[in-house]
């Protein structure tokens, strides 16, 4: 069982329209440029230089990847990741 | 009539089109409404400001709509109070309180962002409105969202306080109460957001509500004699407030209200959810994210969107931080509604207990003329106070029984 990536709007034009795709175990920024073969022009848009971009939020079975290892944080079989825009709210 | 060029990438600078949209696709960074300056000078005199209604609409020409306000006709413009007796207390000569605790209709300054949401995205022509919310905006979206016969849909945190949540049930809307955090809730909702073509006031009409915030920095500035503040105190949870009162004094520059800004912008938090001032005091842009832990609920995202432009103003302006204990949020409670007769909520503890250690530690001048942001009303979140406040005198409806209580209160 693959890892499940689910993608936000902003990116859907580069995955065909599709909401969910399938990834490769291992670490969250192997998983991107591994996407990006198959969507090209995935990771430029959620990375830069081997890091996240400021406003990209990526959770790893809904925890925050800034709570384990950012983008080194290693991802398994039948995890699920979502990718996710900063979104604001409160003062 | 509208002043609105367009949108654009706060990061990167792409140009968009004004629609629903609120992420770069291009870096994801957010996008900001960009006007033209140029044309609104000369057309919005202090003149024409001061012939309007007492509402936030009066600066209308700087606010993101097309045509006509539609939603909180009755907001804003609440009072700037000078708190002598407070500033007598802290060694302040010129202390004043911008009084959100009054909005029109829910009594916070939600009331400003939702108004302005909700006109954009009846312009849009969306017929539901949703948001995801630590109380305040809940209240504010159910409650203009009514009077504008709006479909609603309202995702809180479920551990939210029981009179939060009658406080938005009064209004009808579809409430939905989630089993987590409110960064748990605002992630659940982009999803949301995704899937359903709802207006979600703080997700894709976002560029368009955060500029109502500015509304409370306009009146500052009004109220004060058209001259901006020498410091200013500003709760902040994404920190989008904070930056927004900023651009507010930019802006007024900019198109001509006043000459100079020399206001120096303080960053207030909950020491229990804290990552822009934590950023604020390492020196550093990047903010990492918290789990909070703080009865200032209003306050307690950990995962601020707006914190890294937060910590810009802060530098930008060479304002600073604080942040405080639980213990210090009830003590500010308590000490702004005994000096000013002002009953703030938790939110505006944090911003005059911060305020005291700002003082105290020199960031901010005792000289200086400093506003305080006073974003809430007290009575949303009388939870926190609870058991720190003093206790009735008990007595039988008798005189004698009164006497005796009078003797005790005499003796204090």
């Known amino acids: 069982m693959p890892v499940t990536v689910k993608i936000p709007v902003p990116l859907q034009r580069l995955t065909q329209g599709k909401e969910e795709v399938e990834g490769e175990p291992g670490t969250i920024i192997s998983l991107i440029k591994s996407l990006d073969q198959k969507y090209p022009g995935l990771a430029e848009r959620i990375s830069e230089g081997g890091k996240l971009r400021r406003f990209v939020n990526i959770y790893v079975n809904e925890e925050d990847v800034r709570f384990k290892k950012n983008e080194e944080t290693e991802v398994s079989d039948g995890d699920e990741v979502s990718i996710v825009p900063a979104i604001a709210g409160g003062i | 009539m509208g002043f609105v060029k367009g949108l654009k990438c706060r990061e990167c600078g792409r140009e968009y089109s004004v629609d629903p949209i609120y992420v770069c696709e291009f870096c994801f960074g957010p996008l900001e409404v960009a006007y033209d300056y140029d044309g609104i000078k000369g057309v919005l005199t202090r003149e024409k400001i001061l012939s309007r209604p007492q509402n936030l609409w009066r600066y209308k020409e700087l606010l993101p709509i097309d045509g006509e306000p539609t939603s909180g006709l009755n907001s804003g413009f609440t009072p700037l109070v000078r708190a002598d007796k407070l500033g007598a207390h802290l060694g302040m000569k010129r202390l004043y309180i911008k009084d959100d605790t009054v909005t029109h209709p829910t009594l916070s300054f939600k009331d400003r962002v939702v108004a302005v949401a909700l006109t954009k995205a009846r312009e849009f022509g969306f017929n539901t409105v949703a948001c995801a919310s630590t109380g305040n905006l809940a209240h504010s979206v159910s409650a203009h969202g009514a009077a504008g016969g709006f479909k609603r849909f309202i995702f809180i945190p479920a551990t939210l306080e029981k009179s939060k949540i009658i406080a938005s049930l009064v209004y009808g809307p ?50 004060l004699g058209w001259r901006s503040p020498d410091a200013v105190v500003v709760p902040c949870a994404s920190g989008s407030l904070l930056t927004k009162i900023w651009k507010s004094f930019k802006e007024m520059k900019e198109v001509g209200l006043i000459n100079d800004v020399n206001t120096k912008v303080f960053a207030a938090q909950a020491t229990g959810c804290s990552p822009i001032v934590a950023a604020i005091k390492a020196g550093v842009d990047v903010i990492k994210p918290v789990k909070p832990n703080t009865i200032a609920k209003s306050l307690a995202i950990g995962n601020p969107a707006d914190g890294y432009y937060a910590t810009q103003v802060i530098k930008e302006t060479g304002g600073y931080g604080a942040d405080v204990s639980d213990k210090e949020i009830i003590e500010a409670i308590k000490l702004l509604a005994r000096t ?10 944090v911003t005059l207990a911060s305020a005291i250690r700002l003082i105290e530690s020199g960031h901010i001048d005792r000289e200086a003329l400093t506003v305080l942001c006073i974003t809430g009303n007290g009575l949303k979140t009388k939870e926190a106070i609870v058991g720190h406040t003093g206790e009735p005198y008990h007595i039988n409806p008798n005189l004698k029984s009164f006497e005796e209580a009078l003797e005790k209160i005499n003796s204090k």
């Open chain 2, 174 to 223: 579809n409430l939905i109460a989630v089993d987590g955090n409110y960064d748990d809730v605002n992630r659940l909702c982009s999803e949301v957001a995704n899937k359903y073509k709802w207006a979600f006031v703080n997700i894709n009409i976002r560029p368009f509500y955060a500029e109502g915030s500015k509304t409370h920095g306009y009146e500052i500035v009004e109220q």
């Open chain 2, 340 to 349: 000013e007769g002002i009953f703030g909520e938790t939110a505006g503890g």
